[in-house]
């Protein structure tokens, strides 16, 4: 098996729903593109990608957004050396199809009560949803690693709720922890190393909005 020694997460740079949530009423979140500061932002992460895979391969895997898309196009990698795969498993959390502004506020209140990971957006998916497909997407990733000439480097250009999944699903978190993280940040990175000891390591944690909370019954059970 050729594992990869790296698997890069990136964040798309900033779109318009992320500076305006009532474009969401006018253009399905499928199409919203980046701002002037989203491409900045993702040709900045590019130089860094640039310079971190030199002349190695990479197998490529982006999420079917326009946004996506286009910060992957910002990076400007060489197109000899990668191969491209659009995935619509790593596609944004589906909040519905046309969005009202005041119901989506109303059910984001729902959601943070209830919990980001097990609450469905009506219409829509829950997290534990995206879960389950990001899961399904890392068996296929795993069965690609079984051709001996598997690039040395996979890059995965998605969002920043399937970033955290992704990982959740990799290092087996567990809920609670998944509730405490936030996204990263726009055109941010994750990256997972391949160490002496066959493990990979996450190069930096993702920023917690507060400590994990578990019931004290489960100690000794998980994690």
């Known amino acids: 098996m050729a594992r ?25 979140d499928h199409a919203l593109a980046l701002t002037e500061r989203g491409w900045q932002q993702a040709e900045e992460t590019g130089k860094r990608l640039r310079e971190l895979f030199g002349r190695e391969r990479v197998s490529v895997y982006v999420s079917p957004y326009r946004r996506t898309l286009q910060t992957l196009h910002a990076f400007r990698l060489d197109p000899g050396l990668i191969r491209v795969r659009e995935e619509p498993r790593l596609r944004e959390q589906d909040w519905g199809n046309w969005q009202d502004r005041e119901d989506v506020r109303l059910q984001k209140a729902y959601r ?64 609670a922890e998944f509730e405490s993280l936030s996204n990263p940040g726009n055109a941010e990175i994750r990256m997972l190393v391949l160490g002496e000891n066959g493990k990979y390591t996450l190069d930096r944690p993702f920023e917690r909005w507060r400590e994990p909370v578990r019931d004290h019954w489960m100690d000794g059970i998980t994690g």
């Open 112 to 175: 943070d009560a209830y919990g980001h990971f097990f609450y469905r957006f009506a219409q829509g998916e829950s997290g534990a949803d995206v879960y389950d497909r990001v899961g399904n997407f890392l068996e296929s990733l795993f069965r690609s690693f079984e051709a001996p000439d598997h690039p040395p480097n996979v890059l995965i250009v998605t969002h920043g709720l399937a970033m955290r999944l992704f990982c959740m699903r990799w290092f087996h978190w567990t809920v």
């Open 4 to 28: 990869p020694r790296r698997i890069v997460l990136v964040r798309h740079g900033e779109s318009t729903g992320n500076v305006d949530d009532s474009v969401y009423e006018r253009e399905p």
